[in-house]
């Protein structure tokens, strides 16, 4: 054990260590020792996670045949034989944990010349025979190689590790089941002790838009793109398949139609480049930065498959996938994670902001048009960011008319900046006093008053929930909501006839004894919102039933967050991390409030009658467009 310590001043780079030493199977694209030439992309994502580096981050967002796997088990290598030190792999599942453990690993040990190292380094219990060379265990003189999957948070919690290398982690769920939190940051609460000194390696083609873990890390750094000059005009360019038509980019060879060839457009001079060229772009390439880094330690690296070495992914193979997705449905997806190696983001639909910039009335904020029948209030509660002052906490909530026919108007958009974690101070006492010195009390042009008849607000995501419990139980007609995609009907439950049996607009749930939460179907009311504000003004005569109308002091910032969310074509909702969507949130709680109240009239009325003798068939004549004929004569038959 004592012959198997290190003598000597390790090697500077890993990418030097590796070079001409690790011998790769006949099973792989590149039999024989390892050459940097071949992917020398590699070069610099390596050598940072060598201890002579300043680098404690290193991400990868990457596509498919590029050999970056092979890099981080050269990064493994390294330090398992020559600067030996505690290391920790993770894999995204326990199936390709087992797949790299059992197929990959034992070949890098042996084809790099350390498996005698590999050995128990405590001393024997007479009664116990202990191996240091177990499947998913490898230990060594001055540290070992542990290795876990990200579904196992047992495994996440080894000891104190100074290499930490996480595979394909947008495979994995982001949560961990035990509810101890983002399964990476546990893993990285183990190199702590380690200080600047740790390294860690992070890749993974990435997962959906939204949703792909290695994308954020991605993004937190300094978001680097390999640089690679033309073979004919020497200007250096990234490799990107381009658009149709484009200036540069991937473009098709055909003969009688049949794809027989690939090749690329520089986007300089516009001269064909064809994969026998991609040896030497390669070797020419830098990385280059092009973002800010959270942190000066933090890099990271973006890599499609069109830079896939000369003898693995031809530049023909990867627009003949290209092609193939293109005629499958759901085909893009696929291809733009494991090809292009970024997160799929599907083409959502949202209202034209310009066109609904365009429903401004002649009304000003404040005011309620003479068609208005009854007001309600959605409120969106807002924690904000300390580090942010364009990020305020905050309440933002919308007045909204409703009429006849469904129509609505915008009556007053307002915000109220203040912390939000106490129900008597901040936020909640501004708008408290701006309630009690009558803001809530608006006016037609008849000057007829009128107030919200219900307030719902939105109780947040855990922090402020209690809060906005506390605050509602002390105000009548004003409710905590919580919003779902979609409700569900319960096994005793009517489901709505807007849609199918199994369907719910909202639900009211007793919580305690003071509070009603309303859950809110939010894809429900976000559909019919989007639906609606592509209706076009009438200019003569009466406005289309389901019309929104909005003041015409409104600034475009409003109508940016009442579209900010994209209509994806499975029927969900998707809003870009960073983008404000509080309007769209405030009116779908404003919406849910209309429906309710009516829901509650509908109720009284019915009540009244049944108490007066009305006939069952009388009784299911009543509905809301019949409240709402009341409402408009002004008749006090549904007053609670």
């Avoid at 600047?196 to 890749?203: F, P």
Wanted: with cysteine; charged share 25%; glycine share 8%.
């Amino acid at each position: 054990m004592v012959a198997d310590k290190p003598t000597t001043r390790p090697p500077q780079t890993i990418s030097g260590y590796v070079e001409g030493k690790r011998v790769l199977p006949p099973s792989t694209p590149f039999p024989g020792l390892w050459e940097n030439s071949r992917t020398p992309y590699l070069v610099e994502v390596m050598d940072n996670m060598s201890p002579y580096s300043p680098v404690v981050y290193t991400d990868i967002l990457k596509g498919c045949q590029l050999g970056v796997t092979a890099a981080a088990e050269n990064v493994i290598a390294y330090w398992s034989d020559a600067n030996p030190a505690e290391i920790l792999y993770v894999s995204g599942t326990q199936m390709l944990l087992l797949k790299w453990a059992t197929k990959r690993l034992d070949p890098l040990i042996d084809s790099c010349g350390y498996r005698h190292k590999i050995h128990a380094q405590s001393a024997p219990d007479a009664k116990v025979r202990r191996s240091g060379d177990r499947m998913f265990s490898k230990e060594f003189v001055g540290g070992a190689l542990d290795m876990g999957s990200a579904q196992s948070s047992s495994s996440l919690r080894s000891d104190s590790k100074r290499i930490l290398i996480l595979d394909e982690i947008d495979s994995a769920p982001r949560l961990l089941t035990t509810g101890e939190g983002a399964w990476d940051k546990v893993a990285e609460g183990r190199t702590n002790a380690w200080g600047v000194r740790k390294k860690i390696m992070a890749l993974s083609t990435p997962g959906k838009f939204g949703e792909s873990l290695i994308y954020e890390r991605f993004l937190a750094g300094d978001q680097r793109y390999f640089m690679v000059p033309c073979p004919h005009c020497g200007k250096r360019q990234p490799l990107e398949l381009g658009e149709s038509g484009g200036s540069h980019g991937m473009r098709p060879e055909r003969v009688a139609g049949r794809l027989v060839n690939a090749f690329y457009i520089c986007d300089f001079c516009h001269d064909a480049i064809f994969n026998y060229h991609k040896g030497e772009m390669l070797r020419g390439g830098i990385w280059e930065p092009t973002s800010t880094a959270e942190s000066a330690n933090r890099r990271s690296y973006q890599l499609n498959s069109i830079y896939s070495p000369v003898g693995m992914l031809s530049w023909l193979d990867f627009y003949r996938a290209y092609e193939e997705a293109l005629a499958l449905p759901g085909g893009m997806n696929a291809f733009t994670n494991l090809f292009l190696g970024m997160p799929y983001r599907e083409t959502g639909q949202r209202p034209k902001l310009e066109s609904v910039i365009e429903l401004k009335g002649i009304y000003a904020s404040g005011h309620v048009p003479d068609d208005v029948l009854y007001l309600t209030v959605g409120a969106d509660v807002q924690r904000g960011s300390k580090n942010n002052p364009d990020n305020p906490a905050r309440i933002e909530m919308e007045v909204l008319g409703s009429g006849m026919g469904y129509r609505t108007w915008s009556i007053a958009y307002l915000v109220f900046e203040g912390a939000v974690d106490d129900p008597s101070a901040g936020a909640w006492a501004k708008f408290h006093e701006f309630a009690e010195s009558g803001g809530l009390s608006f006016k037609k042009s008849s000057g007829e008053e009128m107030s919200p008849s219900l307030i719902f607000i939105d109780s947040g995501d855990g922090e402020t929930t209690d809060t906005v419990y506390q605050f509602c139980s002390g105000w009548q007609s004003t409710y905590p909501v919580k919003g779902f995609n979609a409700l569900r009907k319960r096994k005793h439950e009517k489901g709505d006839e807007q849609s199918s049996n199994n369907f719910k607009r909202f639900r009211a749930q007793r919580i305690g004894q003071d509070v009603t939460l309303y859950e809110v179907s939010t894809n429900y009311y976000k559909n019919i919102l989007y639906k609606n504000l592509k209706r076009v003004r009438n200019e003569q005569g009466a406005q289309p039933p389901g019309f929104c109308d909005f003041p015409l002091d409104y600034p475009e910032k409003y109508f940016k967050g009442l579209t900010a969310e994209e209509k994806r074509t499975d029927g969900s909702f998707f809003c870009a991390q960073g983008v404000r969507n509080e309007p769209i949130d405030c009116r779908v709680y404003a919406m849910c409030a209309a429906d309710v109240y009516l829901d509650a009239r509908i109720a009284d009325v019915r009540a009244k009658m049944k108490n007066n003798g009305a006939s069952s068939m009388q009784i299911a004549q009543v509905n809301s467009m019949m409240i709402l004929q009341v409402l408009k004569q002004g008749n006090d038959v549904v007053a609670s």
